[in-house]
């Protein structure tokens, strides 16, 4: 089912910022479903993991800024998938970690190649997401520890961006994702567009790279529509209209 939602997301034009939100109260995504694992032969959990890798990848790939509101619980491949939004908010008592080496596996959901351009840049899975978000050694000792923390330390350790108190319905870390989601709103859907491409792919090169994917996205947003009324609404001191052309 979300493997199908990202795909309709990808092609609405329409869609400015996507939120990642769970309706099961105390739980972000808590994994997989290990009584379900004990029962699948080998080659259904090899089937099982490329599926769950592929669905993390095409949210990964989004062209629009992705929030994860994390509500509750966030493990394993939970957290990956978390880790593969753009930002993460989460409520105080929200609990996250890669806990898989408790299981002798590692965090592994996906690391294919980035299809958009002639800059090939991977989407990382959880030893790489991990890493490049808190920084390797402190990526490691989670790892290796299987350790859980809440939202308070995971916002100490630059694991989310926002922690929030959580309310009594339970949805605080939803709601400050929409609050933020609508600071992004005004912006020019092309530009918000190129300029996750650039940040994405700048950061597996080196600068100079970097400097060049940059150019080629800056580029995109030259011929625009919306950079003519992004002008005019400056010079006539008014809120722009963007259209997304």
Known sequence: MMSKAVDALKSDKKVRT??????????????????ERAKMHSSEVSSF??????????LANLPVPTIAAIDGTAL??????????????????????????????????????????????????????LPRTIGVSLAKELIFSARIVDGEEAKSI???????????????????????AREFLPQGPVAMRVAK????QGMEVDLVTGLAIEEACYAQTIPTKDRIEGLL?????RPPRYKGE
């Open 49 to 58: 993991v490329s599926r769950a890798r592929a669905t993390i990848n095409e």
């Open 18 to 35: 996507v939120v990642f939100r769970s309706e099961v109260p105390g739980i972000f995504c808590a994994g997989a479903d290990l009584k």
């Open 197 to 200: 491409l650039a940040i994405n």
């Open 76 to 129: 394993g491949g939970g957290l990956e998938l978390a880790l593969a939004c753009d930002i993460r908010v989460a409520a105080s008592s929200a609990k996250m970690g890669l806990v898989e080496t408790k299981l002798a596996i590692i965090p592994g959901a996906g690391d294919l190649l980035h299809p958009q351009t002639k800059y090939q840049a991977l989407i990382w899975r959880g030893t790489q997401r």
């Open 233 to 237: 609404a400056f010079k006539e001191k």
């Open 158 to 180: 630059g694991l989310i961006s926002h922690v929030v108190e959580q309310n009594e319905a339970g949805d605080a870390a939803y709601r400050r994702a929409l609050a933020l």
